[in-house]
C-alpha cells in the first residue's frame, strides 16, 4: 500500500510538472500562475457550497433516523476534492472539478460503498435508545413490560430500602460565624 501511494505522488507530481511546462509555454507563466490561482480559489468556495448541502442531507438523514452511509462518503470525498483544488497544478484540479461535479461524486459514493459493504457491520452498542433525559428500550418478549427506565429495580430482585424512603450519604457540619468581618 504504501508503495502504491509513493508511486501515485510521484507520478502525478511529474505529469503535473509536465503539463504546467506545457501550459506555461503556450500561455506564458503569469497567466498559467494567475489560472492555478483562480482555479485555487473557485474551487474553495464551490467545495464550501457543496459542502453545506452536504450537511444538511446528513441532519435530515439524521433526523429521519436513516444512516447517512452515503452523505459521509461524500463529505470525505469532498475534502479530498478540496485538497486537489488547492493543489498548484492543471491535472489536480481537473480530477478535484470532476468530483465536485454531484452526479459523478453520487455514483462514485455508491460504488464506494457497494464495494466495501461487506466489510462494513453494523452494530450497536447499546439495546436503548438513549436521548437527553428520555429513555426507550427494545425489550424481547421475555423481559417485563412494566420496566420503563433502565435503572428501575429487576423483577425478583431484593429492594428493602424502596419502601423505607431511606437515603445513605455522607455529611460534614460547617459552622458558619455570620457575624465574623474576615
Do not use: W
Request: neutral net charge; proline residues 3%; contains cysteine.
Amino acid at each position: 500500500m504504501l508503495g502504491r501511494l509513493f508511486f501515485l505522488f510521484t507520478a502525478m507530481t511529474l505529469i503535473e510538472v509536465y503539463v504546467l511546462m506545457s501550459i506555461g509555454s503556450l500561455l506564458g507563466a503569469e497567466l498559467t500562475i494567475g489560472i492555478i490561482i483562480l482555479t485555487a480559489f473557485a474551487g474553495s468556495y464551490l467545495v464550501r457550497n457543496q459542502g453545506l448541502q452536504t450537511v444538511q442531507k446528513l441532519q435530515a438523514r439524521l433526523a429521519a433516523g436513516e444512516a447517512p452511509g452515503q452523505e459521509i462518503v461524500e463529505a470525505i470525498m469532498l475534502l479530498v476534492c478540496g485538497v486537489l483544488l488547492v493543489t498548484p497544478g492543471f491535472v489536480t484540479d481537473a480530477l478535484g472539478l470532476l468530483v465536485l461535479t454531484p452526479q459523478i461524486r453520487g455514483r462514485l459514493a455508491k460504488a464506494i460503498i457497494a464495494q466495501y459493504k461487506d466489510r462494513i457491520i453494523p452494530q450497536s452498542m447499546f439495546t436503548g435508545n438513549a436521548q437527553g433525559f428520555h429513555y426507550s428500550s427494545t425489550q424481547s418478549s421475555t423481559q417485563s413490560s412494566t420496566q420503563s427506565s433502565p435503572f428501575q429495580q429487576q423483577p425478583g430482585s431484593d429492594n428493602k430500602a424502596k419502601n423505607e424512603g431511606v437515603i445513605e450519604g455522607d455529611f460534614v457540619e460547617v459552622n458558619r460565624d455570620d457575624n465574623k468581618l474576615n
